[in-house]
């Protein structure tokens, strides 16, 4: 299948390291990659804070850069922008755009996926050959949970990984408290709702805390640094993108 891949703001400046485990992990599947070199933001960060007609340009950038009928699907390793693109472009179009603007938005509406959605539904597959041995808990983040309703489809993909000890994370589907200018905004509730997840993480005794946004990690890594937890955050393609052969060195963790 050839699969545009889109990086994602956060992907882009501070986690590249979760999109080129994307690209690598869809390239051992046998996938061939396309990386539109135009694409920016998709404009969610601007929908979410109230500003719903300054993103049109970028909604439409985005169908331009991945309209193109050979891009059979589009992923991201990212919950909260795979939501944005199926759902807030849409709304964005019919309220501020043209007929243009509408109809690229549904071609590229109908095969955008996260990354566990490609896998799992599109692709059909779960164990992609992966290696971790090491003990992992898993948070499922608000937008991939809530909006893209994901399901089980990551604790799937990582029960089929090879010598990981997969914990269960309590509350699981409690929200971090990350939410974007949410955490800026009400930087005590948000300090408060993360101080209860990095209890729950801990209390696992995970090495690894992982999910499909980089944004979620960023916030929950944020609050097991402080603390000193010994517990590190990665995202769900890295461990995917691990192997036997090239398994990923986490020699900063010591459990």
């Not at 999109?19 to 046998?30: I, S």
């Not at 499922?140 to 269960?168: F, N």
């Not at 948000?190 to 696992?204: R, Y």
Request: aromatic share 6%; glycine share 10%.
């Amino acid at each position: 299948m050839r699969i545009g891949l889109f990086a994602t703001c956060l992907g882009d400046t501070l986690f590249p390291d979760a999109v080129k485990a994307t690209a690598l992990l869809l390239t051992r599947l046998g996938h061939e990659l396309v990386f539109p070199p135009g694409q920016t933001c998709c404009g969610q960060m601007h929908v979410n804070t109230g500003y719903q007609r300054e993103p049109v340009p970028l909604v439409r950038n985005f169908t331009e850069q991945f309209g193109d009928s050979s891009i059979e699907a589009v992923v991201m390793p990212s919950g909260s922008c795979a939501g944005s693109v199926r759902h807030q472009h849409e709304i964005i179009a019919e309220r501020y755009g043209d007929a243009a603007l509408r109809s690229g938005v549904a071609g590229v509406k109908a095969k955008t996926y996260e990354l566990s959605e490609l896998l799992v539904d599109v692709l059909d597959v779960v164990d992609v050959g992966a290696y971790f041995p090491h003990r992992v808990t898993y948070h499922p983040t608000c937008h991939s949970l809530r909006m893209l309703r994901v399901g089980d489809k990551p604790l799937r993909l990582l029960r089929a990984v090879d010598g990981i000890d997969l914990v269960e994370l309590p509350e699981a589907d409690a929200c971090c408290g990350f939410g974007g200018t949410f955490a800026v905004k009400n930087a005590e509730t948000s300090t408060a709702m993360l101080g209860d997840k990095v209890a729950a993480v801990t209390g696992t005794g995970a090495a690894v805390c992982t999910a499909g946004d980089s944004s979620c990690l960023m916030h929950i890594g944020g609050g097991l640094s402080r603390i000193k937890a010994g517990t590190t955050t990665l995202h769900l393609a890295q461990i995917l993108a691990a192997t036997r052969t090239s398994p990923y060195p986490l020699t900063e963790v010591a459990r």
